[in-house]
């Protein structure tokens, strides 16, 4: 089974000081079709990318980890949450369980 190449566009990596002090090049640089991926302390927060791109990559991304064998494609078309119920708690709710769970209520 032979593997197919993908062609990725360029990634660059930059924390946000650096892109707020050179915003202009970094745009671009992403008008050239580079992805840029903005950092916080070490932490990926963002991704910048040309307008429509992030579905276009998301999908090829998804292609490339089947076809690499590290992800199955779904063996059923369709959402696999559509079945779930419909579970809506009033306002707050969340926040007052999470608090009792800690003993913080």
Do not use: C
């Amino acid at each position: 089974m032979a593997k197919q190449s993908v062609q990725a566009s360029p990634v660059t990596s930059t924390g946000i000081r650096e892109l707020k002090d050179n915003l202009s090049r970094y745009i671009r640089r992403i008008e050239a079709g580079e992805r840029i991926v903005i950092t916080a302390h070490g932490r990926v927060v963002a991704e910048l990318v040309q307008p429509g791109a992030t579905a276009k990559s998301t999908s090829r991304r998804f292609d490339e980890l089947v076809a690499s064998g590290v992800i199955r494609p779904p063996l059923e078309a369709g959402d696999p949450t559509e079945a779930w119920p419909d579970i809506r708690l009033p306002a707050g709710t969340a926040a007052e369980l999470i608090d009792a769970e800690r003993g913080e209520a």
